[in-house]
């Protein structure tokens, strides 16, 4: 399935329908466009998307370069290997999975003055999954005052992907879990305003529970083959 007007439109009224229920404010819309082909990317860019998130370094690159005549917004979503700083640091927009001390200092050194601070959040490991990139919850306040004192960093926020779990009530456990954090954050650092969780699956539940960012990828481009 390619994406189309249709499947971002229901997209979007679900999302609105589930913040106005919330009671919350606007709901960014991130297209997750790993493995898709360009092509896919520039129809829902034309259509109005502009935030999209990529998993993969090469590949994320790659179509930036196919896709340089939009203005696009980019995020990388995946876990971030030391190697990959500098490719991040310089062609990235955003990074939603920093989860550890020693990508801050590379982030920082490799980010270009002309492209402003690089938007970071830090990634959770909420249910604490063995094997699952994310730091502890007790980590965040270490790694958001080191983010905070590198010059080429912006701290935005927080990102997580709960566990897969089958019960519903338990991930939305997780998603409380979250906003509690992300409120604390907050409160020392009043630049915070990102909340990133919630997928195609479980998007509407992530709203109620205080998300301001939602990570999309098969409801609007189908499920991968």
């Keep these: 399935m ?26 960014k819309l991130l297209a997750v466009s790993k493995t898709r082909p360009p092509a896919d990317l520039r129809q829902l860019a034309e259509l109005g998307q502009q935030h999209f998130g990529e998993n993969y370094v090469q590949e994320a690159l790659s179509k930036q370069r196919e896709l340089a005549d939009l203005d696009l917004q980019w995020h990388f979503i995946g876990p971030l290997q030391s190697n990959k700083c500098r490719d991040v640091a310089q062609h990235f927009d955003w990074l939603e999975s920093l989860d550890r001390r ?3 200092e590379p982030l920082s050194r490799f980010r270009p003055n002309s492209r402003g601070p690089l938007n970071v959040l830090i990634e959770v490991n909420i249910d604490t999954e063995s094997g699952k990139s994310g730091c502890a919850p007790e980590q965040i306040h270490t790694l958001a005052e080191l983010i905070t004192k590198a010059p080429a960093l912006h701290l935005r926020g927080l990102m997580a992907i709960p566990a897969p779990h089958g019960n519903p009530a338990l991930r939305q456990a997780a998603f409380q ?10 409160h020392g650092y009043p630049q915070v305003d990102t909340l990133s969780m919630g997928m195609s699956n479980d998007f509407e539940a992530a709203i109620a529970e205080g998300a301001t960012e939602v990570r999309i990828g098969t409801l609007l481009f189908g499920p991968r083959h």
């Design 102 to 104: 020693k990508l801050i």
């Design 2 to 27: 390619n994406p189309d007007h249709m499947a971002l439109a229901t997209v979007h009224s679900r999302i609105k329908a589930a913040a106005e229920q919330a009671g919350s404010g606007p709901v």
């Design 177 to 186: 879990r979250m906003r509690k954090l992300f409120e604390q954050l907050r």
